[in-house]
């Protein structure tokens, strides 16, 4: 890729809204993206290999556990700082805030809400430095939008459990050290549990051919009679609300994220609009492409009010799962709109490795996908306002 000139964009000068300590976060992070993140991602994107070479810079910007406390190894920042950072991981790459996110929300987030002290004092530390990498399995082959229907069991054995199914659409899975896994026992309830690399009947084979989050890698999860140590299980929480807990905090991540993408596409259409010059003048001065760079600002700006808003609620432990769900299915509606458009600023251009936008729109194709889908985030805003279920 060429050389990254990113700048972000700040209309309504939000950061006069930033304490601090979020500036100096929000721009270690911004930093480390451009000089360890973007002259490495689009080669891995088109390789398909997630760039381990990543995860110890992940560490080090507070991007595995910003909100857990520093006594586990997080970075015991409040939930400002903690979008700021996934924000700027994806205006690098969706696929590497993927990993942060999962590592993050849907890994150390359970186990430090629903575990138990030996559980946070043996796996918390080392998922904060890197050293272990984490994945989450909830998604099986028959159960993607309703996880509630899911398969996958668990046996009680007297001393341990004997877990069988599968998960399927698993990121970090093929490298992953820990899974944390949903499955229900025999009473039909789902709990959470945690299953180690090297468990005999445990096998996790990646997923190829895919055209977007080259970058993260993905992979299924296969339980063949995989006996799990009672004390793996998670304590705290069990049933559907459990796994659903740690969703909003990843959704939440990724309403940020989501503006990153966005940020750096109209970034690149704004400049490249500036200098291509046809019919003797820049595009930059058409009305047809001001008109597409001035929706893609207005959008941007909307977004970015609204999540600041988002993190004031939950940092206050006020923002209701509903109020996250909007703001992951708005903004990164908002942010497929804004990369579609940014790559017809570049003409034919746009679709060449040499920019970001067309990796961005491909990784976007997942972001609206996974954590709940576009659909699925209606469903919970029409739940929400009318009291009517219309899921099932
Ligand atoms: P429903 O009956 O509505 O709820 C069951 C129980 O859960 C509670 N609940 C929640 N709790 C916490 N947070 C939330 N967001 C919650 N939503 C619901 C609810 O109160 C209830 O509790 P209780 O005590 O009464 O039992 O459940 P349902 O079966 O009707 O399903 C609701 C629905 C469709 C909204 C839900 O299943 C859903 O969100 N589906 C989407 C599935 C999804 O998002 N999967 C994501 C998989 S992980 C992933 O994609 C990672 S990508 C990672 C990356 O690479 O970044
Ligand atoms: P389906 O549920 O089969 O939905 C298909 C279509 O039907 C969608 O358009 C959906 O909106 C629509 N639909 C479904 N139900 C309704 C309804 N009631 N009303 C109207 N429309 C409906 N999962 C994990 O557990 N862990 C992970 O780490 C993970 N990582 C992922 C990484 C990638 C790259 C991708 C693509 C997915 C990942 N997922 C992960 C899975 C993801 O969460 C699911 O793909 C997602 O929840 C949707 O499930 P599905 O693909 O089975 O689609």
């Known amino acids: 890729m060429s050389q990254d000139l990113f700048q972000a964009p700040d209309y309504y000068q939000l950061d006069d809204l930033l304490s601090e300590e979020h500036l100096l976060v929000r721009d270690a992070a911004r930093e480390w993206v451009k000089r360890a993140v973007s002259p490495i991602i689009e080669q891995a994107a088109q390789e398909a290999k997630f760039p381990t070479s990543i995860i110890s810079g992940l560490a080090e910007i507070g991007a595995f556990g910003p909100y857990i406390p520093e006594e586990y190894g997080g970075a015991g920042l409040d939930q400002i700082s903690y979008g700021l950072i996934m924000q700027e991981i994806e205006r690098g790459d969706s696929g590497v805030r993927s990993t942060a996110s ?62 069988n199914g599968a998960k399927m659409w698993i990121s970090n899975a093929p490298f992953a050290d ?89 970034d690149t259409a704004l400049r490249y609009s500036k200098e291509r010059i046809q019919f003797d003048k820049p595009i930059a001065g058409t009305q047809l492409q001001q008109k597409k760079l001035a929706e893609m600002i207005t959008e941007i700006t909307k977004a970015q009010l609204l999540t600041w808003r988002l993190g004031v609620l939950k940092n206050e432990g006020r923002a209701t799962s509903a109020q996250i769900s909007m703001a992951k299915r708005n903004n990164v509606d908002m942010a497929l709109t804004i990369a579609r458009d940014a790559r017809q600023v570049l003409g034919a251009m746009g679709i060449t490795g040499e920019y970001s936008i067309m990796r961005h729109m491909m990784n976007l194709e997942s972001v609206v996908t996974y954590e709940g889908t576009h659909d699925i985030h209606l469903l919970i805003t029409g739940f929400d306002i009318t009291g009517i279920q219309a899921f099932k």
């Open 102 to 163: 999962v590592q993050s929300s849907l890994v150390m987030y359970p186990i430090w809400k629903y575990g138990n002290e030996a559980q946070k004092q043996k796996y918390l530390p080392k998922l904060a430095s890197g050293e272990f990498l984490g994945c989450f399995g909830l998604t099986e082959p028959n159960h993607g939008s309703n996880p509630g229907g899911m398969e996958t069991k668990i046996k009680d054995m007297g001393d341990h459990y004997l877990l």
């Open 178 to 266: 820990i899974a944390v896994v949903w499955a229900k026992n025999e009473e039909g309830r789902i709990k959470g549990l945690i299953v180690e690399r090297g468990m005999e009947g445990f096998t996790t084979p990646e997923t190829h051919n895919k055209w977007s989050l080259r970058a993260s890698a993905t992979g299924e999860l296969i339980f063949d009679n995989v006996k799990i140590p009672k004390e793996n299980i998670l304590p705290n929480k069990d049933g559907l609300g459990a796994p659903l807990g740690c969703l909003d905090s990843a959704r939440y991540g990724i309403a940020w994220g989501a503006i990153g993408a966005a940020m750096d596409c109209y």
